[in-house]
C-alpha cells in the first residue's frame, strides 16, 4: 500500500509560493481583526474625540505600542509556524517596545506629584481594560489558531504563546481606538497585562488548540484509497 | 541511498516549484528513511510501522508549504516524523523510551530484511580496513558519538568524521554493486 503513495502524492504536486505561510497567517488574523473591530465599534465605540486624539502623542504611542506587539508576534508566528523553527530569536523583539514604554511610564512617574502617581496608572478604566483586550483578543487569536493547525507548528506551547500575544496585541490595538487613558503608566500597566494574557492563554492552551488539522491529510487518504481500488 | 541533506533539500525547493519527477525521487528516499526511523522506535511492529511512514509522508505532502527554502530539509521532515511518532504515542497511551533525536541510519535499506541486512552488513564491513571498521562499529552500530570514538581512538573528531565517512561511501557501493543485499 506504502508502494502506491509515492505515485499518487508526485501526481497531486502544485506549485507552492514562497508565501504561502504568511499569506495563511494574514487571512487567519485579518478576518479576526476585522471581526474584533466589528465587536469594538459595536458594544464600545470609537473614543468620541478621536479626531481630535489623532495627532496626539499619547494617542500615537498606543496605537504604536499595541501594533508593535501585533508585528513582532505575527512575525515570531511565521517561524513557529514551520517544524523545527523557534520563534524565539523574532519575539525577544518585544522588549523593545516594552522597555521604551516602561522608559517613559517611569519619567512620568517620577515628573507627577506623589498624589498624582496612583491616578496616573489606575487611570478610569483599570479594571475593566485588560478584560476588554482579552475580550478583543479572541477573534484575531482564533484566525491565528486556525492558520496555525493548517501549517506545521511543533513546538506547540510556543505557538500558542505567539499567536496569543499576535491576537492580543491586534486586540490592543483596536481596544486602543476606544479608550480615552492618556497616560504611558496606564498603557505600560494595563495594555501590557491585557496583552500578556492573551499571550498566557495561548500557552496555556497551545498543546490543544494547535494540534494539527487532519482533514487536509484525510482528503489524501481519501484519494489513496481510491487509487487502490 | 547516499543522498545528502543538500541534495534533498535540492529535490524539495524543485519540488515545491512542482517538479514531480525531483518529488518521486525525494519521497522514495524519505519512505526508506522513515521505515528506518520509525523502525527503530517502535519494537518492530510492521503495521504500525507502515501506518506512520504513510502518516508522515502524507504530512510532508500537504504541509509542505510550511518548508523554508533556505532551511535543512532533513530537519524540517524529521521534525514532523517525530510529531507523527508523539501524536501516535499520545493516541495509544504509551510514552516514547527511546531518544527521539538520533540521526537515521545509512544501512538498512528494507525493514523486513532487518536481521539479514545486519548480516550482509557485517559481511561488508569486512572489506574495509580495519580501522575503518572498528569505527563505523563504534559510531553506527553501537551508536557512539564522534567525539566518544575520537577519545576511544585516540584520534581527532575531524579524522573520525572523514573516515567514517569514507568508509561509508565504500560500504555504500560495495552493498550497491557486490554484495547480496536487496
Known amino acids: 500500500m506504502t508502494g502506491d503513495i509515492v505515485a499518487v502524492l508526485s501526481a497531486d504536486l502544485a506549485p507552492v509560493s514562497h508565501w504561502y505561510v504568511a499569506r495563511r497567517l494574514f487571512i487567519g488574523a485579518g478576518t479576526g481583526i476585522i471581526l474584533s473591530a466589528t465587536l469594538m465599534l459595536v458594544f464600545f465605540g470609537l473614543r468620541p474625540d478621536i479626531h481630535h486624539a489623532m495627532g496626539a502623542g499619547m494617542f500615537m504611542t498606543k496605537q504604536a505600542y499595541t501594533l508593535a506587539f501585533a508585528i513582532i508576534a505575527g512575525l515570531a508566528a511565521e517561524r513557529v509556524a514551520r517544524p523545527a523553527t523557534s520563534g524565539r530569536g523574532r519575539i525577544a523583539w518585544v522588549f523593545v517596545p516594552l522597555l521604551l514604554v516602561t522608559a517613559v511610564a517611569t519619567v512620568q512617574l517620577a515628573r507627577a506629584t506623589p498624589h498624582g502617581r496612583i491616578p496616573m496608572v489606575m487611570g478610569e478604566s483599570a479594571s475593566v481594560c485588560p478584560w476588554r483586550i482579552l475580550l478583543l483578543a479572541i477573534p484575531p487569536l482564533a484566525g491565528l489558531v486556525w492558520a496555525m493547525r493548517g501549517l506545521a507548528p511543533t513546538r506547540l506551547r510556543e505557538a500558542g504563546a505567539v499567536v496569543g500575544l499576535a491576537g492580543g496585541g491586534a486586540g490592543a490595538f483596536i481596544y486602543a481606538l476606544h479608550c480615552t487613558e492618556n497616560t504611558a503608566p496606564f498603557l505600560a500597566a494595563w495594555y501590557t497585562l491585557g496583552m500578556g494574557a492573551s499571550a498566557f492563554f495561548g500557552w496555556l492552551f497551545g498543546p490543544v488548540l494547535l494540534r494539527w488539522d487532519g482533514s487536509y491529510e484525510q482528503e489524501t487518504k481519501q484519494r489513496l484509497f481510491m487509487a487502490d481500488s | ?182
Open chain 2, 1 to 182: 541511498m547516499q543522498a545528502s541533506e543538500s541534495d534533498l533539500r535540492a529535490l524539495m525547493i524543485a519540488s515545491l516549484d512542482g517538479d514531480a519527477v525531483a518529488y518521486r525521487a525525494l519521497l522514495d528516499t524519505m519512505q526508506t528513511r522513515l521505515r528506518i526511523f520509525f523502525g527503530k522506535r517502535l519494537s518492530r511492529d510492521t503495521a504500525e510501522v507502515d501506518d506512520l511512514v504513510q502518516e508522515t509522508l502524507i504530512a510532508i505532502h500537504t504541509r509542505r508549504g510550511t518548508f523554508d527554502r533556505s532551511q535543512m530539509f532533513t530537519a524540517w521532515s524529521y521534525a514532523i516524523a517525530r510529531h507523527k511518532l508523539v501524536d501516535h504515542f499520545r493516541r495509544s497511551g504509551r510514552k516514547p523510551t527511546v531518544p527521539l533525536d538520533d540521526a537515521p541510519s545509512l544501512f538498512v535499506e528494507d525493514e523486513s530484511a532487518g536481521v539479514e541486512a545486519r548480516y550482509d552488513i557485517e559481511k561488508a564491513l569486512e572489506s574495509l580496513p580495519p580501522a575503518t571498521q572498528a569505527l563505523i562499529r563504534d559510531i553506527k552500530l553501537r551508536e557512539l558519538s564522534n567525539a566518544e570514538a575520537a577519545q576511544a581512538r585516540g584520534m581527532s573528531e575531524t579524522a573520525v568524521k572523514v573516515a567514517v565517512h569514507r568508509g561509508l561511501k565504500k560500504l555504500g557501493s560495495y552493498l550497491r554493486s557486490g554484495g547480496d543485499v536487496k
